[in-house]
């Protein structure tokens, strides 16, 4: 069974911390994602990676940025939190270059910025 | 780029009927239209897709229709059951490029 896994599922942040949200892989999959998801608005992308130190942004991308060190591990990052960036946090990863293979979700992360 | 609308964003049935839940895209390169059940506090999961070379694609008691003309699929559950219930994301992409755009969600209730 293909596991996205992301290291927490909720967190609690205070404005201006910096927050590190991290997503393993264990499939050895090319493609990795991170989404926001927000009632009314379904999933939107911020970042992609099609390879190990390579990214490419998202429709959204603002205020975040991301890393990817290693090629099962990818990790979003809140230079500094605001209280608009409270969501919900999708990882995401597929296999190849193509656009037809199966595309894999983390079960989340719950990010409340106070 | 490409835009994908998704209709009705709230879906109530009763158990046993069938649901239906349409998605439109802009993009007539677009080549791969999937579609994604979210239960509650987990990530989506693909249920069934299909690629721009057939009209129909059928899994037990999902299917789902493309119209490439028209430029919209369906989704289509007959004989729904309460674990149906859950949100339900349409998306388009190009095989070239490869990133999934996103439906806003439907929400299906299933009364039982």
């Known amino acids: 069974d293909v596991k996205v896994t992301q290291s927490s599922r909720y967190l609690v942040k205070r404005t201006g911390e910096k927050v590190f949200l991290e997503c393993v892989q264990d499939?050895?999959?090319?493609?990795m994602f991170w989404y926001r998801q927000d009632p009314g608005l379904g999933l939107r992308l911020i970042y992609f990676?099609?390879?190990?130190?390579?990214?490419e942004k998202g429709d959204i991308p603002e205020g975040y940025s991301v890393s990817r060190e290693k090629k099962e591990r990818f990790s979003l990052i809140l230079e500094s939190a605001s209280t608009n960036q409270t969501s919900m946090y999708l990882c995401?990863?597929?296999?190849?270059?193509?656009?037809?293979?199966?595309?894999?979700f983390g079960p989340g992360t719950r990010l409340l910025v106070l | 780029g490409e835009n994908v609308e998704q209709h009705p964003s709230t879906l109530s049935v009763q158990e046993g009927d069938s649901a239906v839940i349409k998605c439109t895209y802009s993009d007539s390169a677009s080549n791969y239209f999937p579609w994604y059940k979210q239960e509650l506090g987990k990530g989506p999961q693909l249920i069934i897709d299909i690629r721009s070379n057939v009209g129909e694609k059928k899994d037990q008691r999902i299917a789902v229709t493309l119209n490439k003309t028209a430029k919209h699929f369906s989704l289509h559950i007959t004989e729904t059951q309460p674990e149906d219930s859950a949100v339900y994301f349409c998306?388009?992409?190009?095989?070239?490029?490869?990133?999934?755009?996103f439906g806003k969600g439907t929400k299906l209730s299933v009364k039982p």
């Open positions: 990676s099609y390879d190990v130190k390579m990214k």
């Open positions: 998306a388009a992409s190009k095989r070239s490029q490869g990133n999934l755009i």
């Open positions: 499939m050895d999959h090319e493609n």
């Open positions: 995401a990863s597929r296999p190849g270059t193509g656009g037809w293979e199966t595309q894999y």
